[in-house]
């Protein structure tokens, strides 16, 4: 293996890197969306879906004023990421309610990520001197700093709504087994009601 020896490698590097994560949760959020039974919180989901894709558009701009072809390189912390998220949908059985709350969690802990990649590589691209690549990474990371404000907002509706039902039910951890209901069903009948 070659020695990295130049920002210009790393930058490349990086790129390469943020290039798969984004990817990645372009795959990710429809099925975040399908999951969460809130729909302010699916409507948030399908908002940054299109974001996303407008993120890899930019990448791929900021790939060309480098002279490069856009390609992604695995990158293992968006795998564990999404691996965190997949095996918790495996392993617990949480109710409508608590996987609201814990995908906000996942999805924040996603733009927290995000935003710590994005702020490296805008630095990067200013440092060599790319006033174009930082513009439109800055454009990214913008949009990441709004997601992840609106699913922390998201999060604190959710638990707020929950403690005061908790309170009125007096204790009650789980909701969705006793109605006998689907977890589609919910869903349905929740958008439709809110229409
Ligand atoms: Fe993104
Ligand atoms: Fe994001």
Same mark, same amino acid.
């Given at each position: ?81 999404? /691996? &965190? !998220?997949? @095996? ?10 608590? $996987?609201?709350?814990?995908? %906000?969690? +996942?999805?924040?802990? /996603? &733009? !927290?990520? @995000? ?10 691209? $200013?440092?060599?001197?790319? %006033?174009? +690549? ?62």
């Amino acid at each position: 293996m070659a020695q990295m020896t130049t920002p210009k490698a790393l930058f490349e590097h990086e790129l390469k890197d943020m290039y798969y994560a984004e990817k990645t949760v372009e795959k990710m959020l429809p099925k975040l969306a399908s999951e969460a039974t809130s729909p302010e919180l699916t409507k948030a989901f399908k908002h940054h879906l299109g974001e996303t894709k407008q993120q890899i558009k930019n990448l791929e701009r900021v790939f060309s004023q480098i002279g490069k072809r856009a390609e992604g390189e695995k990158c293992p912390g968006i795998e564990g990421l999404k /691996t &965190e !998220h997949d @095996e918790f949908m495996q392993e617990n059985d949480p109710s409508t309610e608590m $996987r609201d709350v814990f995908l %906000t969690g +996942a999805a924040a802990r /996603t &733009e !927290h990520y @995000e935003i710590a990649a994005y702020t490296g590589l805008v630095s990067m691209a $200013r440092t060599l001197g790319e %006033t174009d +690549a930082a513009r439109l990474l800055t454009e990214n990371l913008r949009q990441e700093k709004e997601a992840l404000k609106k699913v922390e907002t998201i999060s604190k509706s959710l638990l707020k709504a929950q403690k005061t039902n908790g309170s009125r039910s007096n204790g009650s951890r789980r909701t969705t087994s006793r109605s006998g209901t689907s977890t589609a069903g919910r869903k349905a009948t929740t958008r439709r009601t809110s229409r």
